[in-house]
Structure formats: C-alpha cells, structure tokens
C-alpha cells in the first residue's frame, strides 16, 4: 500500500489532490464565506470582477455575488458527482460480480443488457430520463449512473473471470472452502482496486454531464449549479462574459484534478499488477 | 475479405439483441412517461371525452400492453416513429430533417479530431519528455477537462463576437441566395466553431491514445528490425510504429459517434444550429416524448451502426482479428 | 587483405538511473570479407549489445559508447539493411504484425535497390522461394502470425539478404525455435553465406554451432572478450579458465543435449559492478591473489588471445 501510495506521489497526483483539495475545501467554506441564500441579490447587477472588495468576482444579472454562487455550485457539483459514482459503482459492481460468479446464461443476457446501454449516447439518455422523471437531484443522479455503470460492470466482470482461473482460487477449493465465501473473501477484494481507478472517470464523467444538464436547465432546481451559472450568463455574454468564463473554469479545474488523480492512482496500480503477476 | 465479411455477420448478429433491447426501453419509457400521446395531442388541439374516446381506440392505446407494443414495433417497422405534438408532424419527418446538418458536423468533428490527434500524437509520441511532448500533453489534459458547450461559448465570444472571424451561429447566411460553391464555403464558415467545440475533446484523447501507443511502438522489436533494414525514418515512424499504434485510438472511433451526438445537443444549442441534437431539446422543452425518444432511438442506431463500422475498419487494419471467435 | 569491419575499443554502457552499466568493455577485433566470427557468451555477457553496436542499431537515449567500427572494405560507413543484416532472436517480434509478409521484405528492396513496387514484390517472392517457405506467391500476402516460428525465421533472413548486404549479422537465430527447425535455419543460414558471399556474425549459446559454422570464436564474459581466435583451437586446446570450464561441461556425457552453453558453477558479476580485477576470478579455479587487485591484460595477437593474467605474465617473459 505504501509503494501504491509513493508511485502516486507523482508531479500529476500532486497537482490533482491539491486541486481537488481547493474544491473541496470551497465546498465546506461555502456557508461560512458566503452565508446565506447564494441565490438572492446582493448588490448591484453586472459588476466586474476585480473592481469591488465586496464582490471579488463580480456580481450577475441580477445582482447575486458570483463568488457565493462559484462556492456554492462546488458543493453541489461534488454532491451530484460523489453520489452519481457512488451509484454508478454500486450498480456497476452488483451486475458485474453477478455476471462474473454466475455466468452462463444471466451473463449473457447481462452483457447484452451493457452492450445496449453502450450505445446509447449517454447524454440523450440523461436528457430523456430527466425530462421524463423531472428534474431533481435524484433525477440528475440516475440519469448520470445509467449511462457509466457498464464501465465498472465489464471491468469488474473481466477481472472476477480471470482471478478466477488463477491457482489460489483452486487452492481455497481444495481447502474445502465455501464457493461463495471464495467469491466474496478472496475473489472480490483481489478484483477491486482496478474498478476502483474507474471512480475517477466516473466522477469526471458525471461533473461533465451534471454540468450539461444544468447548462440546459435540467438541473437539480434547488441549488446553485456552475452549469446553470454558464448559461445564466449566456444572455450577457457580449457585455459580460466573465460570467459563463469563470463557472466555465471552476468546471475545468475541478475535472482536471480529478483526471489527474485518476492517471496517477492508475499508473501506482498498474504498476503494482506488474510486479506481482 | 472473406475475413472481414465474415467479421462483418458476426458483428451484425451481435447487434441484432442489443438493438431488440434498446427499442425495447425505449417503448418502456414512451409507457413510463406521464401522460399518454393523446393527453399531449389535447393540449394542443383541445377535444372532449368523445374525441378521447375515440382517438384512443384509434391509437390503440387502450388496447393491452402487449397489444401496445405489438403496435409500436409494427409501426417502427414502418418507420413510423409516431407524431410530434410540437412540430405536428411525423417525428420521422422531423427527424430526417434535421439528420443531415448533424451528421455533416459530426463528420467533420471526426475528421478533424482524429487527423489532428494522430499527428500531434506522433509528433508527442517521437520523444517523450521533451518540451513538445510536455507541451502537448498538458494543452490535451486541459481540453480533456473541457465541457464542449463552455468550449463553444468561449470559442464564440473570442471568435464571433470579438474577433468576428466567424458567424455568431447557424447553419448558413440565410436569405442570401447563396448556391453551389459559395454555400458550401459558408456552410463551413458556420461550421468551423462548433466542430472545434465538438472535436477538441477528442482530439485531446486521441492525442494521449496515439502518443502511449507511439512510445510503446518504439520500444517493441519490429521498430529495430526496421531501423535495421535501414528504412527512412518517415517510413519507420509512419508505416511501422504509427500503423500498429493507430489500432488502439481506431477502437475510440465508436465511442467518439455517441459522445458527438451527445456533444451536439448542447453545441448545436450554443450555435444555434437546426441539427438532430437541438431536436432533442426542443423536444424536452417542449415535452414532445414521442419526438425526444425518436432522437433517442435514431441516435443509438447510428452508434450500433457507427461501432459496426469500426469493427470491420479494425478487423481490416489489424490481421491478427480472427474470423470466428 | 583489407578487414570488412574492424572495431577498436568499443565500449557501451547502458544508463540505469544514476548509475552507468558496462555492458560492453573494449572490444576489439577484425572481421575480413567473407569470414564467419561466432560471439559466445552466457546471458548478459553483452553480445546482443556489441552485435547492436556493430550495425549502428543501439538507441540513442541512455547510452554511451566509445571506441570505433570501422569498415575498411566498404570505404565508409555501413549502411544498417544494405551494408548489413540483421536476424534477431525473436521471429514473432520482431515482425512487424499488422504489414504482409510481402511488403515487409520488398520494402528493403524499394529503400535499397530503387525497385519499383511491383518489382519489388517480385523479388519478395524470389527471395520467399530461396529461403525455402513453399508456394512463395501466395506467402506474400501472409501476416506474420499466420506462419510457424521457423517459416517467420526464414521470412526475417529473407528481407535480411535482400540487398545482399556484406555482412549477416545473427543473434541467436534459432533459439526459439524447436532442435528440428534449428537445424533447418543453421543449414540455411550456411547455405546463404556461401551462395551469396556474405561475412556472418553469428551470436550463439551453442559451442558446437559455432565450431560447425565459424572461423574464429570470440567468448565474452561480463562485457569482457575472454578469448579471441579459431574456433577450432578454441574448443580442441582452449586456453582461458573459463573457456576450459565450459568445454570440459560440454563434453560431459551427463550433460542433456541443449543449445544453452554448458552451466559452470557461480554466477557472473552483478552489471555495473566496479571491479579492480579479474570479473572471472571469484568462479576461477585457478585463481590467484593477483587476480583479484589489477585487470588482466590481453595475452596474443589482435587476432589471436586470451584476457587473463597467467598468459599475459608468459607473454611478459617472451617480451
Ligand atoms: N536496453 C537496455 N537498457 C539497460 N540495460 C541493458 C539494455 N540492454 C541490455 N542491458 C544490459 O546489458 C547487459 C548485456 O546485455 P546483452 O543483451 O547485450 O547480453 P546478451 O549477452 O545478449 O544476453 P542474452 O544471452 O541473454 O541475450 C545486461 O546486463 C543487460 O541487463
Ligand atoms: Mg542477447
């Protein structure tokens, strides 16, 4: 775990952790930095950024602080993406163990089930099922996981087939162990950690999608949203268009360092593979 | 060939249940949304219990779900993807409308990401950790983290409206009585900016992709064979290491079909332009089901089609692709 | 007569992190036209890495390399595929898997005998015929993984003589392959040398190959030539320790019949170690305390010699 930990510690995983640290930290300081209805006004419309102390990064439209707004759309951002992986996840490696343990014909069957999944564009699927369900943050979070739950379920599938052809497996059978303790004691773990590197994608993944959505007032109605700031701004983008550039940004950084995590976590993984076949 | 035709009946048998269930969900979800064809028909026309009554029995809609999608699949074998409330038309109509500008942008989206990607991959690829290479690989981490509708609104503001190189959106200068040549160069005037928020993602993964499959082409043993048949360097790094680390970024060419039709719903909103992606919005602005689950179903054909497509273009630039299996 | 390829010194050393690996250290000898050197040695003895740097082939990062190849006979530099060829170890690497077999051997006679495709293809197939692969025609459009492990060889020494170089270079050629199909390749290989006129560099586990194919033997040990001369004064009266080890093992009748040289008792030093000595002195059973504080010296002619002190000290006294 040590040495996992130090082939992390590369230029990149730094960089990213210290990134998505920021994010975060925005995130837990937005209700002490900027207290209150971030969705109210707080002074006059349009300022510029850099120009009043008050409002550092300006104000919108209508007059609402862009900074209370960025910090509060990080918390939601990383609400809607840390639930939409943790479902993903959990969906992908419900039907991925199923698919591996069992086989035969559920296999089958589930394999198809993700080959379609696949090909639908994930978006249009978020777009039909939320426009079908409404928008709310169980909405957005659904519509997320149904398009990226098959990543996990395959990779996971593919590891769990092949742990299972490997000695020790054979070696717990002839010990007499219980088949399903062998899957979920011995099995499960040692296929994990690659599904595991897949959760940053994911996250990446559902901040993009979120974003989308809420670009398109599809949102979750009931908090602020950097994609609905992008598109607030959008009616002002000759005369303003720091305000679809700065959400614009938050979106970047926050997908970057996640991006960046994920390469590092998955180079000190792989590596490890490597060394012990 | 016989290889590759045979490639070819395996891959359309495979899709033959995939595209079973995505009709299927789709009339699952046509079931599952509030209110039935004829409630959305009413707020349009208006009509009273009798005309219900009747359109109902005409639709078939209080028939048995069995019934129900036993009319759905006859319809749909009919191209009958069912009427659009908003457009009052056919939702097919509608929908082969708007296909062509999609698909010109994807088109070029594709064209241009891959060509770009590949190239700039090599040149990344050549020396790994070299300025260049760093350079590059930071510019397609930054695009890879890049929402292409955000990418497209800045793209707008930079090269629209400031600069005014380009149309602020659309597909072409209307009412200029444009023909031939001169429509085509405006029609690509309007498209450069919304392939460039299409295609930069993807050129961004392409670039990663080639670049890994360049180092790791250097490094293998066919490289030094060839060096040490003396061929020219050109030929080396294009027909031996490019050509085997073309194989893995062939295989995004499907995913990159699903993710430009997902891109065009936001892009094409961006810019404005009347293409299938909008459709789809429209749609759900205006709770058109019927229209939005039309895009949604022709979408996903077009990707089963798309990954047929690139299965057989991988099975012809890879021998090792086996016939059966 | 004036030498094909003459190397003087050479030195390579593979960087690996902070620390520089001698893979090869001052090799020198002389090869003339038509003339056949086998380069023996046990793994990582460093004669993949001399026989990379006889033909130019080694990478440009990570490595430093001194001395000099010369090539007398050719009035200038070698040029790597039509100057000379080479034959790796490995027939299914060291293809390239996703062009025919066809375009892989007349893409050497496009760069270097100016054919047109066409006629390109046409020697391809001359070529296919004369290393022996049935129904050449219709191997042209093969892939690599379509043919067995000796077909793949022969396709390798097709497109390494197709601009019938000077000089073959061979890196163990048939050690992936099955006793038969090595047998196969050796006789070819021969064959070829002859018919076209061609000096060879054979890298080799098999001390009983070489004594059936070369002129002159060269035995490394540790980057190190440990023996230089004919090769069959080499296995009849060898003369350095190590060479005598490995003879006497070879004659073992207990011994299986293998194409790896014949184990000897110890390991060789670990790379890049610094040694003030002899590298064979902690295996050698004729060591002596002076072995172990100062290098040996080269005891003979450039042609003709042994690195190890006891023949230098006899060497002394005929001085
Ligand atoms: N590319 C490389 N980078 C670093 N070290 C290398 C490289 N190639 C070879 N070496 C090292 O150089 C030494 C000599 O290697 P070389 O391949 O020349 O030996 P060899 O005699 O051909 O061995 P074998 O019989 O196993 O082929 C070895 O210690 C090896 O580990
Ligand atoms: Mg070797």
């Known amino acids: 775990m040590r040495a996992v930990l130090r082939r992390f510690a590369t230029g990149g995983g730094i960089a990213g952790t210290v990134l998505f640290a920021l994010v975060v930290l925005a995130a837990l300081l937005a209700a002490v930095i900027a207290p209150g209805d971030p969705m109210a006004m707080a002074g006059r419309p349009l300022i510029q950024p850099f120009s009043d102390w008050r409002f550092p990064l300006g104000t919108d439209r209508l007059g609402r602080d862009v900074l209370a707004e960025l910090l509060h759309g990080a918390r939601a951002t990383l609400i809607v993406s840390g639930a939409a992986a943790l479902v993903t996840l959990l969906v992908g490696i419900t039907i991925g163990t199923l698919a591996g343990f069992i086989g035969g014909r559920l296999d089958d069957a589930l394999m198809r089930l993700a080959d379609a999944f696949q090909s639908v564009p994930t978006f249009i699927l978020a777009l039909a099922f939320v426009s079908i369900a409404g928008p709310s943050l169980a909405s957005v979070v659904t519509a997320v996981s149904l398009g990226a ?80 700031m992008i598109a607030e701004g959008r009616a002002v983008i000759r005369s303003a268009p720091y305000l679809s550039a700065i959400p614009g940004v938050a979106v970047v950084v926050t997908v970057l360092a996640v991006n960046l995590i994920g390469d590092a976590a998955n180079e000190a993984i792989h590596a490890r593979r490597v060394q012990v076949p | 060939m016989t290889r590759i035709l045979a490639v070819a009946r395996r891959r359309l048998l495979h899709s033959i249940p995939v595209v079973a269930i995505v009709v299927l969900g789709v009339f699952a979800l046509l079931e599952a949304a509030p209110g039935d064809a004829v409630d959305a028909y009413l707020v349009i026309g208006g009509g009273d219990a009798e005309m219900i009554q009747r359109l ?82 930071l510019v397609s981490l930054g695009l890879y983290a890049m929402p292409s509708f955000w990418l497209g609104l800045m793209l707008l503001v930079g090269f629209a409206v400031k600069l005014a190189w380009f149309p602020l959106g659309g597909i072409e200068s209307v009412g200029m009585g444009k023909t031939g040549l001169a429509r085509a160069l405006d029609i690509a005037r309007h498209l450069v900016l919304p392939v460039l928020s299409l295609g930069l993602i993807y050129l961004a993964l392409y670039l990663r992709l080639m670049r890994t499959g360049m180092i790791e082409a250097w490094r293998s043993d066919y490289i030094r064979t060839a060096r040490a048949k003396g061929l020219t360097p050109r030929r080396i790094a294009f027909r031996h290491a490019a050509r085997n680390a073309l194989l893995p970024v062939v295989t995004m060419l499907g995913l990159q079909a699903g993710a430009l039709l997902s891109g065009s719903v936001v892009v094409e909103s961006v810019f404005a332009i009347p293409g299938m992606g909008r459709l789809a919005f429209e749609a759900v602005t205006q709770r058109d089901v019927p229209l939005l689950l039309g895009v949604f179903l022709i979408s996903t054909l077009m990707v089963i089609l798309a990954n047929l497509f690139v299965d057989l273009l991988y099975a012809r630039l890879d021998p090792r692709v086996a016939a059966e299996g | ?52 740097a006889i033909a130019d082939l080694l990478p440009h990062d990570g490595i430093r390399r001194s001395g000099a190849v010369r090539w007398p006979a050719l009035g200038g530099a070698a040029r790597p595929g039509r100057d000379v060829g080479f034959v790796f170890q490995d027939p299914m690497s060291s293809l390239n898997p996703v062009l025919s077999v066809g375009e892989q051997i007349a893409e050497v006679a496009v760069t270097h005998l100016g054919l047109s495709w066409p006629a390109a293809l046409d020697r391809a197939a001359e070529l296919l015929d004369r290393v022996g692969l049935p129904r050449p025609r219709d191997r042209l459009t093969s892939f690599p993984h379509e043919l067995s492990g000796g077909q793949r060889q022969r396709v390798a020494l097709a497109m390494a003589i197709t601009a019938e170089p000077k000089l073959l270079i061979a890196d163990e050629p048939t050690s992936a392959l099955d006793t038969l199909t090595q047998a196969q390749i050796v006789h070819l290989l021969d064959r070829l040398a002859t018919e076209i006129g061609l000096a060879l560099v054979l890298v080799t586990h098999d001390l009983a190959l070489a004594a059936n194919l070369a002129g002159t033997g060269m035995l490394m040990y540790a980057g190190r030539v440990a023996e230089l001369g004919p090769i069959e004064t080499m296995v009849s009266a060898p003369r350095h320790p190590y060479l005598q080890a490995l003879v006497a093992a070879s004659l073992d009748p207990d011994r299986p019949p293998t194409d790896r040289l014949a184990e000897i008792p110890g390991i060789p030093p670990q790379p890049g170690a610094a040694i003030p000595g002899c590298a064979f002195e902690p295996r050698c059973p004729r060591a002596r305390s002076a072995c172990r504080s100062r290098p040996p010296g080269w005891a003979g002619t450039p042609a003709d010699g042994v690195d190890c002190i006891q023949f230098d000290q006899l060497a002394a006294v005929h001085r």
């Open chain 2, 56 to 137: 109902r029995q005409e639709w078939g809609l209080d028939r048995s779900f069995l019934a129900r999608l036993g009319a759905y699949l006859t319809a749909l074998a009919h191209l009958d993807l069912g009427w659009s409330v908003a457009f009052a038309r056919p939702v097919s109509a509608v929908l082969f409308e708007r296909l062509p500008n999609t698909l010109m942008m994807m088109a070029a989206a594709i064209c241009f990401s891959f060509s770009a990607g590949t190239l700039l991959g090599i040149a990344a690829g050549a020396r790994p950790g070299s300025l260049r290479d760093r350079i590059l690989s």
């Open chain 1, 149 to 228: 739950w098959t990543a996990p379920a395959r990779v996971l599938r593919a590891e769990i087939l092949s742990l299972r052809r490997r000695e020790f497996v054979d070696a717990y059978r002839v010990l007499g162990m219980p088949p399903l303790q062998i899957a979920f004691r011995e099995v499960l773990p040692n296929a994990l950690p690659p599904v595991i590197t897949l959760a940053a994608v994911i996250v990446a993944n559902a901040i993009l999608v979120e974003a989308a959505l809420s670009f398109l007032g599809l949102g979750n109605p009931n908090s602020v949203t950097w994609g609905a």
């Open chain 3, 1 to 52: 007569m004036t030498a094909l390829l003459s190397a003087d010194d050479v030195s390579v050393a593979y960087r690996d992190g902070a620390r520089w690996l001698q893979a090869v250290d001052r090799v020198s000898f002389a090869l003339p036209p038509k003339a056949r050197l086998a380069i023996m040695g046990e793994s990582g003895s460093g004669k993949t890495t001399l026989a990379l």
